[in-house]
T-cell receptor, first 112, second 116 residues
């Protein structure tokens, strides 16, 4: 699976949009971009995933560049509860379940 | 939907004893489950992949005789830390897949193991 690079930490004011970048310059054509987050002392939580089109769900939006070498997770109105470590993961969507490899992630701190 | 229950959430055991951690998929059948461990302020590290009805596949450097994995049914996988030592103290997390290429993975809430 392709390696991802994320900034180690970011701050965001409550109510503002949080934009979390991820570089995956070696991504292959059949690899998807997944985002998970982990709130302190809990298991990771799935947020969103995409292949090449932008995606939006009730939690966030995912913007993938045209060359697919980078993406941005957008939390439109961050709250204190969004404070967590956010992981960007790239993996092949094969016919059977394949493992998720976690990088170091971005620690997002939402402040008042 | 897609709930994974992990038990216990916390356990303290004496050095040399064994501890079993359970991971259950409550509302779906999990053909594959994964076990991770996480040290403080570090990322999750995959330990092994557990497939129902077959032997687990361990990642390089993970001792299969120390970390016994059993996936006897489509809804239950167990991780047993045998002869635990203080260095095995960690946060253990399981995840389950419903199969299929695009389905997300659901994670348990984790087990905090402390070996004293």
């Amino acid at each position: 699976d392709a390696k991802t690079t994320q900034p180690p930490s970011m701050d965001c004011a409550e109510g503002r949009a949080a934009n979390l970048p991820c570089n995956h310059s070696t991504i292959s054509g059949n690899e998807y971009v997944y985002w998970y987050r982990q709130i302190h002392s809990q298991g990771p939580q799935y947020i969103i995933h995409g292949l090449k089109n932008n995606e939006t769900n009730e939690m966030a939006s995912l913007i993938i560049t045209e060359d697919r070498k980078s993406s941005t997770l957008i939390l439109p109105h961050a709250t204190l509860r969004d404070t967590a470590v956010y992981y960007c993961i790239v993996r092949v969507a094969s016919g059977t379940a394949s493992k998720l490899t976690f990088g170091t992630g971005t620690r997002l701190q939402v402040t008042l | 939907g897609a709930v994974v229950s992990q038990h216990p959430s916390r356990v303290i055991c004496k050095s040399g004893t064994s501890v079993k951690i359970e991971c259950r998929s409550l509302d779906f059948q999990a053909t594959t489950m994964f076990w991770y461990r996480q040290f403080p302020k570090k990322s999750l590290m995959l330990m092994a992949t557990s497939n129902e009805g077959s032997k687990a596949t361990y990642e390089q450097g993970v001792e299969k005789d120390k970390f016994l994995i059993n996936h006897a049914s489509l809804t239950l996988s167990t991780l047993t830390v045998t002869s635990a030592h203080p260095e095995d103290s960690s946060f253990y997390i399981c995840s389950a897949s419903r199969g299929g290429p695009l389905r997300g993975y659901t994670f348990g809430s984790g087990t905090r193991l402390t070996v004293v």
